[in-house]
């Protein structure tokens, strides 16, 4: 995560959100997103920006006036406070997350800053034979049934619901030259047992840096402990590439604990976002809409 240049904000993401059918526009170069609401309302959305002017807002809010928007919200890099009439929001992105720090530091210094027991899994999971292989684009049919088979089986097991699989597979399908949505595998005897998807992103102006987007695992095997040396693998990606770090994207203690000790073991600095907020256009409609992310309506 960074406080400019995300790959939320990329011309690329934008593409994908397209061909998503979702509508999108830019306010002075900063991404908005489409978001439906019930009765034919929406809402405008704003995914990790970099420093916001004060000129953003009335930009929006000329917008908003002519295409009668509820609201836009805003989940920021940088402290918004009371500009253009901020309120505190419910985030859709993670506030808080984990970044390593790859820039001058071999793989042998990554590994002695691990949890040993983070360590002792992925030299597990190598002596058991445990493969990672990174798909090449285009992904084939067959990968793409695959990862969505594992992501039911994880969705089903850890009780979140999973993107539609059309998401998945334009996820996986969007790239430049510098942008990539890339499927890495691993695999034992035979059989793809965890699966990830990994954003590369080389922005216009900054250095390089890559984050894990969405992990599934299966069942059967889970002994063998593949995720490890499927994210330790992803990580070395990282560095081939010359990223400068490596964001885990999201975790929570309360509500994913599992997943945010897995993420801890690697090591990396915990950071945290500012709170998200809206930006209210049209306040009778936005007071029903609380009402009803409330469940009183």
Not at 99 to 128: G, S
Not at 159 to 187: D, T, W
């Amino acid at each position: 995560m960074t406080a400019s240049g995300s790959f939320l904000q990329s011309a690329e993401w934008e593409d994908f959100e397209r061909s998503l059918g979702r509508g999108t526009c830019r306010v002075g170069g900063t991404l908005l997103l489409r978001r439906a609401l019930p009765l034919g309302l929406h809402y405008w959305y704003c995914p990790r920006p970099g420093a916001l002017r004060p000129d953003f807002f009335a930009g929006a809010r000329h917008m908003a006036a002519d295409d009668h928007s509820v609201f836009m919200k805003i989940d920021p890099t940088e402290e918004i406070g009371s500009a253009g009439g901020a309120r505190p929001a419910r985030a859709i992105q993670p506030r808080e997350t984990i970044i390593l720090d790859l820039e001058d530091r071999p793989e042998t210094e990554l590994m002695a800053a691990m949890h040993e027991k983070t360590r002792y899994n992925i030299r597990l999971a190598a002596r058991r034979g445990v493969s990672v292989v990174l798909r090449p684009a285009p992904v084939s049919a067959q990968d793409g049934e695959v990862f969505w088979r594992l992501m039911q089986e994880t969705t089903r097991r850890d009780g979140f619901r999973p993107h539609p699989r059309e998401y998945y597979e334009k996820m996986l399908a969007a790239r430049s030259a510098r942008f990539a949505n890339e499927l890495v595998f691993a695999e034992y005897k035979g059989d793809v047992v965890a699966a990830a998807i990994v954003n590369f992103y080389r922005p216009v102006a900054g250095t390089p840096y890559a984050t894990y987007l969405h992990g599934a695992s299966g069942r059967e095997h889970r002994d063998v402990m593949a995720p490890h040396l499927l994210q330790w693998a992803a990580i070395r990606e990282a560095l081939r590439r010359g990223c400068a770090t490596y964001d885990f994207w999201g975790i929570d203690a309360r509500r994913w604990p599992g997943v945010t000790r897995f993420k801890r073991g690697f090591g990396g600095r915990e950071v945290s976002c500012p709170p998200s907020t809206d930006i209210v256009y049209r306040p009778p409609w936005y007071g029903l809409y609380a009402l009803a992310k409330k469940g009183k309506i």
